[in-house]
Antibody
Framework: QVQLVQSGAEVKKPGASVKVSCKASGYTFTNYGISWVRQAPGQGLEWMGWISAYNGNTNYAQKLQGRVTMTTDTSTSTAYMELRSLRSDDTAVYYC??????????????WGKGTTVTVSS | DVVMTQSPLSLPVTLGQPASISCRSSQSLVYSDGNTYLTWFQQRPGQSPRRLIYKVSNRDSGVPDRFSGSGSGTDFTLKISRVEAEDVGVYYCMQGTHWPPTFGQGTKVEIK
């Protein structure tokens, strides 16, 4: 069955970086894209960006431009999201979700279980 | 960005009774291919979001038929015909037509 398995929880200090992985299985990785969505404690869902596993194209949310990088490794069917210069308000659960391969529209049909990132001094 | 506005934000429901959630967008969600990329997600307590409905009214595999989606243009509705205990959680609408994709604030469904 289609699955996205994310890496484990992280605790980081302000100013550090975090890299979260999302390993796909049960489907052809390069036929889709991956969106990243985060959820701060007790809050709603915030789209962070998208990467095409087909051609590596990316789209990032404007507020995260310059701090976020999304990549894929097609040899291992894994997507990565790196967030730099962490602040306390980056504390959230980070989700990956399978999405459209070309970024024309978005539908997020399968989600990972989430990775908790805590930013604290 | 397209603003998605859900109502109500809190919905206490009696078991076995119907429930309805409204989602309105600040602009039309009809894409150039003629489809409307309006999606509904369910997030049970402590779980990740799960897609229930895509393109306004299409149920995902395994989603009970008591869930239905309807609407067009800028006005959409998720209905639960008879609420069960397992339906407790937060429901989000999302538009995927315009960049960036945006979510509603979420509607918390609880049992009275």
């Amino acid at each position: 069955q289609v699955q996205l398995v994310q890496s484990g929880a992280e605790v980081k200090k302000p100013g550090a970086s975090v890299k979260v992985s999302c390993k796909a299985s049960g489907y052809t990785f390069t036929n889709y894209g991956i969106s990243w969505v985060r959820q701060a404690p007790g809050q709603g869902l915030e789209w962070m960006g998208w990467i095409s596993a087909y051609n590596g194209n990316t789209n990032y949310a404007q507020k995260l431009q310059g701090r976020v990088t999304m990549t894929t490794d097609t040899s291992t069917s894994t997507a990565y999201m790196e967030l730099r210069s962490l602040r306390s308000d980056d504390t959230a659960v980070y989700y990956c979700a399978r999405d459209e391969p070309f970024g024309y529209f978005y539908y997020m049909d399968v989600w990972g279980k989430g990775t908790t990132v805590t930013v604290s001094s | 960005d397209v603003v998605m506005t859900q109502s109500p934000l809190s919905l206490p429901v009696t078991l076995g009774q119907p429930a309805s959630i409204s989602c309105r967008s600040s602009q039309s969600l009809v894409y150039s291919d003629g489809n409307t990329y309006l999606t509904w997600f369910q997030q049970r307590p402590g779980q990740s979001p799960r897609r229930l409905i895509y393109k306004v009214s299409n149920r995902d595999s395994g989603v009970p038929d008591r869930f239905s989606g309807s609407g067009s243009g800028t006005d959409f509705t998720l209905k639960i015909s008879r609420v069960e205990a397992e339906d407790v959680g937060v429901y989000y609408c999302m538009q995927g037509t315009h960049w960036p994709p945006t979510f509603g604030q979420g509607t918390k469904v609880e049992i009275k």
